[in-house]
């Protein structure tokens, strides 16, 4: 190389210091003659055009001088490359300045990066080369689907998650518009290794390898990606680099509308092709360099409301917000067309628009943390669910009378989650159907009727689901009970007649309720429960106390359900079925709510003779219960279970929030008691050593949170239980959230 530098370049006394790069090996070169870059490329058709390319486009570039951006040094026959042993060499001049990742970053040059990028862009906007526009590179957004491929080399399961999601939003909210938007010749890499500074100004860019004919948006996202790595308030930073660029090339609304998703397109690109690039060269810095920012900046971006971001850029452009449907007028309209009595949380409700993961996200730009939301088992708008409902809706859905893959796919996976002998399942659309079928099957079962059931349990909405809620038929409106019900005492060990979690108290509360059972004079056709009781206030019923009554039930010809519409499928981190924490086998399981991460299904499990004798002559149809939509659906819920190890995460996080919760009753004796599982949670409130009950502070705890951002609510019979059943991807930071807000709340309660 020195050799051809002195023949072809008449470059003296050359050293050469090799330089990261990609598609080229790149060298500084020291000189008699000045500073250098010096590429070199395997010799190429398409290669030499599109060096002749970019060099053309740097030549647009009228208003940077040569120590401002890297520009083409002929050979000694005028040529800008030179050809040797099927290398191509380039020669480029060297431009100085301190790389944007090294210099200080201020307002002012951040404001000063974005009127450097719109001048570039502005010398290109009637620029066209065939060479630059027949590129189809994976790092130009508009081919984001090119690079979706290699998400699937991404190892860590919660960082392939948090991509694939931005995969999703991309065809969601971007794919339909990016191709009406305005058109350009773009440097396509603003990366801060590209951009040069000096004295809090932006001075100089390098490297046009991956100049593109593209939507001119993409110039600004690019930028702003890489500039706002490491800060704390991204989008504060991000409208500085929107103002200065908007300053010399005004930006349209509909570019603005979709720069969020923009961004994160750049930054999932990025990760995924450091994922491929580390397969073959693990130890490259320079492929890695972005990657840890991407990935910090990915995981502060999926908690910005896009609502959010989308108003602020308005902002930074001198553009009005948009305007948002008031809340008021919101709820007037569903009022009208709703019964009175559907009801809405907090005393300032929420208007929603998305949600992701443990996040969600109203209309007017505000970023809630869900501790509360135990129907999105998984998180919100999972990727793996959401792609397996989009493939199924758009392959078949039909009914059960066809038989299709998909049902008895699932009900094997499902079923491989429980010991023998439950073996048989039923699908229905909700956990309230699946509790009324356990009930027929259970009557059906032992020709008997009466039910035996948990005080303040819930079971439903159904007819026989309210009938067999103590919640629903004791509560306000309720009718009581009917003559074919009976109750048990609910084996509270904090504030029932027996106290202590030991197995004596499990056994005095199953006791007493067998002699109920007995001096009845009814015949139990099932006895159902929670194996912890929601509504009653997140309580665990008292250990081995289903082992005496699930006994009695079966010795006098009844059967037992285990409710998990709340409880299974991992939430509460020791075990996957609530009913395990009690060394039972139930004869009846009812799911619900997690089952599909939200999407309406239900299912009971049962046994083969159960199932058998239910096939009477009379038969068995649910119009969408299993349909194949529902059972892809359910199939990645148990999938992302397993691959996420989200069980385990319910037991890790589980347990710390509980100990930081006991940390703070040491502080606070209003916290009466922490009790649950995993991620399965209840704060008891109180007033005093007699254990009233504080309503009062309860509701406003969890409209404090409200304001503050924070979902929870309450329940039990007072009213008076904070309950958080967050979905199972919480994390510890989240945990910490919760608590130092909940330790303000209980200050400000005390002054």
């Known amino acids: 190389m020195e050799q051809i530098l002195l023949d072809h370049y008449k470059l003296t006394n050359c050293g050469l210091n090799p330089m990261a790069g990609y598609v080229s090996e790149n060298y500084k070169v020291t000189s008699d003659q000045g500073i250098f870059v010096l590429k070199v490329y395997e010799d190429s058709s398409i290669t030499r055009e599109e060096i002749l390319a970019e060099n053309e486009l740097i030549g647009r570039l009228t208003h940077l001088s040569k120590s401002q951006v890297s520009q083409p040094v002929a050979n000694n026959h005028d040529s800008a490359i030179t050809i040797h042993d099927n290398k191509i060499y380039r020669l480029l001049s060297f431009v100085e300045g301190r790389f944007l990742a090294d210099a200080t970053h201020t307002p002012e040059l951040f404001e000063s990066l974005g009127s450097f990028m719109a001048d570039i862009d502005l010398s290109l906007m009637d620029f066209r080369n065939a060479g630059i526009e027949r590129r189809r590179l994976e790092w130009d957004l508009q081919h984001l689907n090119l690079v979706k491929r290699l998400a699937d080399h991404i190892q860590e399961p919660s960082q392939k998650k948090l991509v694939k999601h931005f995969f999703i939003q991309w065809e969601l909210n971007v794919y339909p518009k990016i191709s009406a938007l305005r058109q350009s010749v773009i440097h396509n890499d603003g990366n801060d290794w590209n951009i040069l500074t000096h004295d809090n100004e932006v001075t100089g860019i390098i490297d046009f390898g991956d ?379 009812v799911l619900g709510k997690p089952i599909a991460n939200g999407h309406p299904m239900g299912a009971v499990v049962t046994t083969d003779a159960i199932a058998d004798s239910f096939d009477n002559g009379m038969e068995f149809f649910s119009s969408y219960g299993g349909n194949p939509v529902s059972c892809e659906i359910g199939k990645a819920v148990l999938r992302v279970i397993e691959d996420e190890k989200l069980q385990q995460n319910a037991k890790i996080v589980g347990d710390y929030h509980m100990a930081s919760l006991r940390e703070l009753h040491k502080d606070f004796p209003v916290i009466g008691d922490v009790r649950g599982s995993g991620l399965f949670i209840g704060i008891e409130l109180i007033k005093n050593e007699s254990l009233t009950p504080n309503t009062e502070l309860a509701q406003h705890i969890k409209n404090a949170f409200r304001e503050k951002q924070i979902l929870i609510s309450t329940d039990g019979p007072y009213d008076s239980v904070i309950k958080s059943k967050p979905p199972l991807c919480f994390s510890k930071e989240n945990v910490d959230q919760v608590v130092e807000t909940l330790r303000d709340v209980l200050i400000d309660w005390k002054e």
């Open 211 to 589: 100049s593109v004919y593209t939507a001119l948006i993409n110039e600004l996202a690019i930028t702003i990606a890489y500039g706002v790595f490491g800060k704390e308030e991204p989008l504060k930073w991000a409208c500085k680099i929107i103002s200065g660029y908007h300053k010399k090339l005004p930006i349209e609304k509909e570019e603005l509308n979709l720069l969020y998703y923009l961004i994160a397109g750049r930054l999932i690109t990025s990760v995924c092709k450091s994922a491929q690039e580390k397969l073959s060269q693990p130890d490259s810095e320079y492929i890695t360099i972005s990657e840890k920012p991407a990935w910090d900046l990915l995981n502060e971006w999926i908690k910005i409301n896009p609502t959010l971001a989308k108003n602020k850029f308005y902002e930074a452009a001198g553009f009005e917000k948009p305007a948002i449907d008031t809340i008021e007028h919101a709820i007037s309209r569903r009022k009208k067309v709703t019964g009175s009595n559907l009801s809405i949380s907090y005393k300032n409700p929420i208007y929603m628009e998305s949600a992701a993961f443990q996040y969600m996200f109203d209309r007017y730009g505000n970023t809630y943390l869900d501790a509360y939301n135990n129907i999105p088992h998984v998180g919100h708008q999972h990727p793996e669910v959401v792609a397996a409902a989009q493939r199924q809706i758009g392959h078949l859905n039909t009914n059960t009378r066809y038989i299709y893959d998909a049902l008895h796919e699932y009900a094997e996976l499902l079923l491989s989650k429980f010991p023998n002998p439950l073996t048989k399942v039923f699908f229905v659309n909700s956990g309230s159907a699946a509790s009324d079928l356990a009930i027929r099957l259970a009557q059906n079962f032992t020709n008997k009727q009466t039910i035996a059931v948990m005080e303040h349990g819930y079971h439903g909405n159904t007819r026989i689901g309210i009938d067999i809620s103590h919640y629903k038929y004791n509560g306000s409106g309720g009718k009581g009970k009917d003559d074919n019900i009976i109750e048990a005492t609910l084996p509270d060990t904090y504030r029932g007649k027996f106290k202590g979690s030991t197995i004596e108290t499990g056994r005095s509360y199953a006791h007493e309720f067998i002699e109920t059972l007995k001096h009845s004079n009814q015949e139990i056709a099932a006895f159902i429960s929670e194996p912890v009781v929601g509504c009653g206030g997140q309580v665990p019923l008292a250990p081995g106390y289903l082992k005496h009554v699930y006994s009695y039930i079966r010795s006098q010809g009844g059967v037992c359900i285990s409710d998990e519409v709340q409880t299974g499928f991992g939430r509460l981190g020791d075990y996957f079925w609530g009913y395990e924490m009690q060394d039972v086998i139930p004869d009846i399981v």
